[in-house]
């Protein structure tokens, strides 16, 4: 019988895109059983290649901008478009105008950077004729609350003397408040959909700055400051607003840029796979398989959280499917994900070596440990049965 496998991953932050990540996969498993039918179902969930992504699964197009980078440099940025939909549909993609890649390795201060650029994206894609724009939050390279975003689209945040706040995190510790009046009108005219990991929050133990600040180059007492200041934004928020942000749903996603989408563009936070895997056909795919793998560029503390390997492995678990997982990284306690549906996880470092080393090699060491995990299957599948 033709063993059907899935390939489903995601990609390696800063490394490999998704579909490379799978084809990897696909190669190594091809190299233990030729004859297996593999399917390829590279997926994202709102973070690099997402605006592609989307654009490929819907048969749409790609259109290339210019934008304001996180460190306030111009970079290239694609804005996806839907095909096949009534509603023209934009696809935002925030870490092509504000992700962590593009922040220098010796520039990575999240108390500097500015969303400014995904501002700029989304008026572009109002200008192009947008009725729908999805804003995929993740692989963020800031930690501004979206403020460099609104900044861009014509709002006003000031500080106590009246002048516009400065960029980045360490502008919102200045933040007094807001002035809309000269927020672009034809927002009120566009339904934008923010494509986030519900369960970030935006400030508190649990909050943005302390979760994920330093895998942005925050230290410790960089930290403290980022989460006093996004408090101090919730604040100011919560006076013009009354809207108590601190511990919204979503609010925390890419250093807080759900927060301000939610409340200063009017967007609806949704989480990401209830809008992202319908336009994947996951659970169509899954019915036709045999055994899954899937993969991450690390498994860890926060791989439940609303990453990619456990999405896929519940939805696997409620078809009975074994669930195999990828990684170029384990963190501890890496096996937390035994809980959620991962039969068994294993890294594709096969030696100790420098991170852009590990990187060069991703590629070669993915086809490698896909193709030793399909062998021991094999392996397992030929034992004498008692």
Same mark, same amino acid.
């Given at each position: 019988?033709?063993?059907?496998?899935?390939?489903?991953?995601?990609?390696?932050?800063?490394?490999?895109?998704?579909?490379?990540?799978?084809?990897?996969?696909?190669?190594?498993?091809?190299?233990?059983?030729?004859?297996?039918?593999?399917?390829?179902?590279?997926?994202?969930?709102?973070?690099?290649?997402?605006?592609?992504?989307?654009?490929?699964?819907?048969?749409?197009?790609?259109?290339?901008?210019?934008?304001?980078?996180?460190?306030?440099?111009?970079?290239?940025?694609?804005?996806?478009?839907?095909?096949?939909?009534?509603?023209?549909?934009? =696809? *935002?993609?925030? %870490?092509? $105008?504000?992700?962590? /890649?593009?922040? +220098?390795?010796?520039?990575?201060?999240?108390?500097?950077? #500015?969303?400014?650029?995904?501002?700029?994206?989304?008026?572009?894609?109002?200008?192009?004729?947008?009725?729908?724009?999805?804003?995929?939050?993740?692989?963020?390279?800031?930690?501004?609350?979206?403020?460099?975003?609104?900044?861009?689209?014509?709002?006003?945040?000031?500080?106590?003397?009246?002048?516009?706040?400065?960029?980045?995190?360490?502008?919102?510790?200045?933040?007094?408040?807001?002035?809309?009046?000269?927020?672009?009108?034809?927002?009120?005219?566009?339904?934008?959909?923010?494509?986030?990991?519900?369960?970030?929050?935006?400030?508190?133990?649990?909050?943005?700055?302390?979760?994920?600040?330093?895998?942005?180059?925050?230290?410790?007492?960089?930290?403290?400051?980022?989460?006093?200041?996004?408090?101090?934004?919730?604040? =100011? *928020?919560?006076? %013009?607003? $009354?809207?108590?942000? /601190?511990?919204? +749903?979503?609010?925390?996603?890419?250093?807080?840029?759900? #927060?301000?989408?939610?409340?200063?563009?009017?967007?609806?936070?949704?989480?990401?796979?209830?809008?992202?895997?319908?336009?994947?056909?996951?659970?169509?795919?899954?019915?036709?398989?045999?055994?899954?793998?899937?993969?991450?560029?690390?498994?860890?503390?926060?791989?439940?959280?609303?990453?990619?390997?456990?999405?896929?492995?519940?939805?696997?678990?409620?078809?009975?499917?074994?669930?195999?997982?990828?990684?170029?990284?384990?963190?501890?306690?890496?096996?937390?994900?035994?809980?959620?549906?991962?039969?068994?996880?294993?890294?594709?470092?096969?030696?100790?070596?420098?991170?852009?080393?590990?990187?060069?090699?991703?590629?070669?060491?993915?086809?490698?440990?896909?193709?030793?995990?399909?062998?021991?299957?094999?392996?397992?599948?030929?034992?004498?049965?008692?």
């Amino acid at each position: 019988m033709t063993l059907r496998i899935l390939v489903a991953p995601s990609g390696y932050k800063e490394c490999l895109e998704a579909d490379r990540v799978a084809e990897a996969i696909a190669q190594g498993v091809l190299r233990a059983l030729p004859d297996a039918r593999v399917t390829r179902l590279p997926l994202v969930d709102g973070g690099e290649g997402f605006a592609q992504a989307m654009a490929v699964a819907t048969g749409g197009r790609l259109q290339a901008f210019t934008v304001t980078g996180p460190v306030g440099q111009p970079v290239e940025a694609t804005l996806g478009w839907l095909g096949g939909t009534q509603t023209p549909t934009a =696809v *935002v993609e925030m %870490a092509q $105008a504000a992700g962590l /890649r593009l922040v +220098p390795a010796d520039a990575r201060d999240p108390m500097k950077t #500015t969303t400014r650029g995904v501002g700029e994206l989304i008026q572009a894609a109002i200008k192009g004729g947008a009725e729908r724009i999805l804003v995929g939050c993740g692989d963020s390279g800031t930690n501004d609350g979206g403020a460099g975003m609104a900044q861009a689209l014509g709002l006003r945040l000031l500080d106590a003397e009246g002048g516009d706040i400065p960029p980045g995190c360490e502008g919102l510790a200045r933040l007094d408040h807001i002035d809309i009046t000269g927020r672009d009108p034809r927002l009120d005219k566009v339904r934008i959909e923010a494509i986030c990991n519900i369960t970030n929050v935006l400030c508190g133990p649990r909050g943005v700055a302390r979760v994920f600040g330093p895998q942005k180059g925050a230290s410790p007492e960089t930290v403290e400051r980022m989460d006093a200041a996004l408090d101090r934004y919730a604040r =100011v *928020v919560q006076d %013009a607003f $009354a809207i108590d942000v /601190r511990q919204m +749903p979503g609010g925390g996603a890419s250093g807080g840029l759900g #927060t301000g989408l939610r409340v200063l563009l009017g967007a609806e936070l949704r989480s990401r796979y209830d809008v992202v895997l319908p336009y994947f056909d996951l659970d169509a795919r899954l019915a036709e398989t045999d055994l899954v793998f899937t993969a991450e560029g690390g498994i860890d503390l926060q791989t439940p959280n609303g990453k990619i390997p456990v999405e896929v492995a519940r939805r696997a678990k409620l078809r009975g499917l074994p669930v195999f997982a990828l990684a170029g990284a384990v963190g501890d306690p890496a096996r937390i994900v035994y809980q959620h549906g991962v039969d068994a996880f294993f890294s594709t470092a096969m030696r100790p070596c420098p991170m852009e080393m590990a990187m060069a090699e991703a590629e070669a060491q993915l086809i490698l440990a896909a193709e030793n995990v399909m062998r021991t299957v094999l392996a397992g599948r030929a034992m004498p049965r008692g």
